[in-house]
Nanobody, 115 residues
Framework: QVQLVESGGGSVQPGGSLRLSCAAS????????MAWYRQAPGKQRDLVAMIYSGGLANYADYVKGRFTVARDNASDTVLLQMNSLKPEDTAVYYCKANYRGYAYWGQGTQVTVSS
């Protein structure tokens, strides 16, 4: 099993930045795929960004150029740097790990972008 704990959420004004962290209970070096999703009230959970064990990353079109996902193998953490935040980025952000054929989710962290 893998436990994932997200942190770093909060409230920020439009144009601001936040950095989310997802700490894993196992070595993320062994986790093939880790991803960030988000879910706004009344909407489905959508993919934001993903990163493979080799470092290849992919992003949803609506965050390209603003968000950056990275792996920190030394601390078993996946980071999501979010810049130029917009009100429509407001959501609960979840970390997901695909490990040994199973998908694991964190509990989520709230991000609110508002003036």
């Amino acid at each position: 099993q893998v436990q994932l704990v997200e942190s770093g959420g909060g409230s920020v004004q439009p144009g601001g930045s936040l950095r989310l962290s997802c700490a894993a209970s196992v070595s993320i070096f062994s986790i093939y795929l880790m991803a960030w999703y988000r879910q706004a009230p009344g909407k489905q959970r959508d993919l934001v960004a993903m990163i493979y064990s080799g470092g290849l990353a992919n992003y949803a079109d609506y965050v390209k150029g603003r968000f950056t996902v990275a792996r920190d193998n030394a601390s078993d953490t996946v980071l999501l740097q979010m810049n130029s935040l917009k009100p429509e980025d407001t959501a609960v952000y979840y970390c997901k790990a695909n490990y040994r054929g199973y998908a694991y989710w964190g509990q989520g962290t709230q991000v609110t972008v508002s003036s």
